[in-house]
């Protein structure tokens, strides 16, 4: 009776949440019950599954895990705009009473058992947890909420902050606890003859294949759906908007177009027209990967499938560094962060510049033995491809790489490898100097500082320090000018927070493992590898005045990612081992118990609150834009009627490339002037005008 009664309690509260407007109508806003009742009632039907069954206690201890991480979701401020979340301030907090109510419930439940729970069920930890414990408050603390105006609020919003991740990190640790052994034995065996993950299991496994290769393929479905589904296939970031841009004209065999008509019509920003010339301020590498997309006539799927690519990638360099159940642990563990999955659906150059990472540590392993130097000219070609993508991480990672080469590994390269990759690396990289010439005027010159000069002046957005370096306009993320020791120390709590938060997408914390591992585990072999990258991107953005901006996450440290997900399959071996583990699995088992827990809790609330709640009309780009432009059934000129830029970025993709053929052209209304040359420029067209409909956010276009 109590089985059926949890069922239809639990599926009248999905039912619920997928009627609210959230799911049917989301572009007229997030609505906070939406996620809690979709997560409660996924959580009552998993309990009434398991009522009779030895999984009985752990279910109930989800279902109160999945409440407390989707009800404290609701207490943070996340708009759909380009700024650091931030719970709300205590004085709000009554609104959203009931869900604060929610965590307070899971905390004192959840501390409650935890404090009463037989110490029979694991180890005593040594003494080293102690010290290990401090260093990690200590670095959550600091990454648990980003300054806002006042010290007070920030001190609160920290208090709450660490308040609800230590409930969630209680409530995780009690399902590790309660979970009954023998089922875990089962599922440990049934792992291990299959799909090795854990230390303790050995062999390639009967389903390994299809693991290897079915995960990347789900990935690929997964950030495509999110791609078209979330975001549109359009891109949201005034970055994205122009990589597409310069996309599609290297498509066409262009390295730059002639300038438009009326420059104030066809302002972008990151465009460069200097009177004659017409083209983006970013580097060749991820434009060059996103014309193939422009080429298939769907460039929003370049990035899914290099998601695909990347899993597989390292997959394969895993297993020469690796045993085969790390490999397979840390692509499961990197393909359910939402870190990964929403970087991977936009139009930024990130996700490329981690396949030439990837790509050239695979060729560094190959060439150390084949010592041919051909796997050396590819490791040289991807660190080019680097280079020419984002030039900063070519300028970090190359050294690190090179060091792995000469020193990581029995056999270090010799002679001839390390002449094969400088030789291939030099050429690929020298192809920046052309490009830069034919846009600039001097190989020296990128376009991306032609730009900022243009823009703000010399010395403006360069590395280094100084009271001048930074671009004023962007003070909401930058808030204090120029680049000092205060601002290294807010763009690496923003980076740290943001990494917390969407690697995982976990309530107690994405970094604590990671955290626990920096501190206690003995670095050597390839871990030091990894290690490195990380210190060397973290260390080198030191030196440069912008954090990255928050838009799908930590962008700017996104090559941490692998390292981090490294660290915590590290840090979950740590702590089994101060929890008393003998070999046998058995301390293993719970770990990865909460592991799992943890993630497929995010998958539940999380994901789909970052989806729906934010990243769907991102910026309040949606794609109504395309679809107006679209309906039109003869070539016209349509002006956006809009004082916001991001209007005009949601269709300005829509133009033909060079403004020619005929085509509909959509233009910004600048105004009496700037109208009149767009029409003198394409004469005898309609003249149509998209603007925002009065009644919901949507771009409409007018009756004619």
Known sequence: MVRILTWVAGSAFVVTALVLPDWQYPEL??????????????????????????????????LLLLLGEAASLQLVDAPRYAVYQHYVPWSEMDSRALWLAVVLVQAVVSVTLLVSARRSRCAGPSGVVCLTSLFVFGAIAFSAAVPTVGLSRYLGETLLSLGVMAAALANVVLIAVYAPSESLLDVDRWLSERIPLAP??????????????????????????????????????????????????????????????????????????????????????????????????????????????????????????????LANLVILLVAVSPWFLFMSSGFMGHPVSLVWTLLALLATERERRARTGEWAAVVGVSVGLLFLTRPLEGVLLAPVIGLWAWRGGE???????????????????????????????????????????????????????????GIPDWDSIDPIPGHGFIDVLLNMNKNMTSTNVELFGWGGGSLVLACTAVLLWRWRGPDLLFLGIGAAVIIGHVFYW???????????????????????????????????????????????????????????????????????????????????????????????????????????????????????????????????????????????????????????????
């Open 29 to 62: 806003g997030y609505r906070q019950a939406s996620i809690p009742l979709a997560a409660g009632g996924l959580g009552l039907l998993l309990l009434g599954a398991a009522w009779t069954g030895r999984w009985r206690r752990s279910a109930a201890l989800f």
């Open 411 to 469: 056999p270090g390269w010799g002679a001839r490898s390390f002449v094969s990759c400088g030789i291939a690396g030099s050429i690929t990289g020298a192809l920046m100097l052309p490009f830069n010439r034919a846009l600039t005027g001097r190989a020296t010159m990128t376009p991306f500082r032609l730009w900022s000069e243009i823009n703000y002046g010399p010395g403006a957005d360069v590395m280094g320090f100084g009271p001048n370096v």
């Open 200 to 325: 303790h299991h050995s062999g390639s496994g009967r389903l390994q294949h299809l693991f290897v290769y079915g995960l990347p393929l789900i990935v690929t479905l997964a950030t495509a759906s999110i791609a078209w589904f979330v975001l549109g296939g359009t891109p949201h970031v005034g970055d994205g908007v122009s990589y597409l841009f310069q996309a599609r004209y290297l498509a066409q065999g262009h390295i730059f177009l002639p300038s438009p008509p009326d420059a104030a019509a066809f302002e972008m920003s990151h465009v460069v027209n200097d009177g004659a010339r017409w083209f983006s301020k970013y580097f060749p590498g991820w434009p060059g990967v996103l014309a193939l997309g422009v080429v298939i006539g769907a460039p929003w799927m370049i990035n899914p499938l290099l998601a695909g690519l990347t899993l597989l990638l390292l997959h394969r360099c895993l297993l020469r560094l690796y045993e085969p159940w």
């Open 546 to 704: 912008f954090p990255g901006g928050p838009d799908y996450g930590a962008r700017y440290w996104y090559q941490i990612l692998i390292p981090l997900v490294l660290m915590t399959v590290r840090g979950a071996q740590l702590l089994a081992r101060l929890l008393g583990e003998d070999g046998s699995g058995r301390i293993v088992r719970r770990v990865a118990t909460g592991l799992v827990a943890a993630s497929a809790c995010a998958l539940l609330t999380f994901l789909p609150w970052r989806a729906w709640g934010k990243y769907y009309r991102y910026r309040d780009i949606g794609a109504d834009g395309r679809e107006a432009v679209a309906s039109l059934d003869r070539p016209s000129i349509v002006f956006v009627e809009s004082e916001r830029l991001s209007d005009y970025e949601s269709v300005f993709n829509l133009n033909p490339v060079d403004l020619q053929g005929g085509e509909t052209v959509v233009a910004w209304d600048r105004g009496l002037r700037s109208r009149a040359a767009v029409i003198e420029a394409f004469p005898d067209r309609p003249i149509r005008h998209l603007r925002r409909s009065e009644s919901n956010p949507r771009l409409v276009l007018d009756t004619p």
